[in-house]
């Protein structure tokens, strides 16, 4: 197995089985429904990966909507949440059925490209060490013009002073974030930048990013 920097999928499995996430909302993220309600995401139908799915409220959202949406997760309890909010719902009749893998999203890669990314929670999930590697498969996964829908999270803490890396979740600064999605690779928007709150009262940065 791989070694990686930062928590195992041992910690995430414990985590998400023994439910302690006081990140979970219950729902999907507003800045999710927000972006709908302006016409930001794809049109239905359209191929959208969820990393780091979670308990999955995004995954289930998208497919009520006509998406053909695969979430991932690395551990196999969020898999399973998920799979069963999914089943809890009717997904019958719908064309386009929703796919939960537990993979590895360093190691991932879909089918054809897809039309979007939601990012929210699997950034700040990981290393600061593989933060240039998912940001690779992160471009590698969208087609041209494909949209980045991306939540930052802003999680300071002051060891950063004397060098500390600390998480999860680790500090999404914004100067970085520019640094791992840089503008010839990427359209940014404008700031200021939507301010999400968080259930772990902290603040997320929302930045919709187009690949070029």
Excluded at 118 to 126: K, P, R, S
Excluded at 151 to 169: D, I
Aim: proline share 11%.
């Amino acid at each position: 197995m791989r070694a990686m920097a930062g928590p195992t999928r041992d910690f995430w499995q414990n985590r998400f089985a023994s439910r302690q996430t006081p990140w979970d909302r219950g729902a999907p993220s507003p800045q999710l429904l927000a972006w709908h309600a302006e016409g930001q995401l794809p049109p239905p139908g359209s191929r959208i990966a969820v990393p780091g799915c979670g308990a999955g409220y995004e995954v289930a959202w998208l497919a009520k909507r006509g998406y053909a949406v695969t979430g991932l997760d690395y551990a196999e309890a969020a898999v399973e949440a998920t799979r069963a909010l999914l089943a809890a719902q009717d997904h019958a009749g719908e064309q386009t059925q929703p796919e939960v893998l537990q993979a590895d999203v360093l190691e991932w890669s879909p089918g054809t490209p897809l039309d979007a990314v939601y990012e929210q929670t699997c950034l700040c999930a990981l290393h600061p060490d593989h933060w240039v590697a998912y940001a690779t498969r992160l471009q590698a996964w969208l087609r041209p013009g494909g949209r980045l829908l991306a939540l930052f999270m802003q999680a300071p803490r002051p060891g950063a002073e004397t060098g500390l890396v600390e998480g999860p979740p680790y500090h999404c600064d914004i100067n970085a974030m520019r640094a791992l999605f840089p503008e010839p690779l990427w359209a940014w928007p404008r700031p200021p930048l939507a301010q999400v709150p968080h259930p772990m009262g902290r603040m997320e940065l929302a930045v919709l990013l187009q690949r070029r």
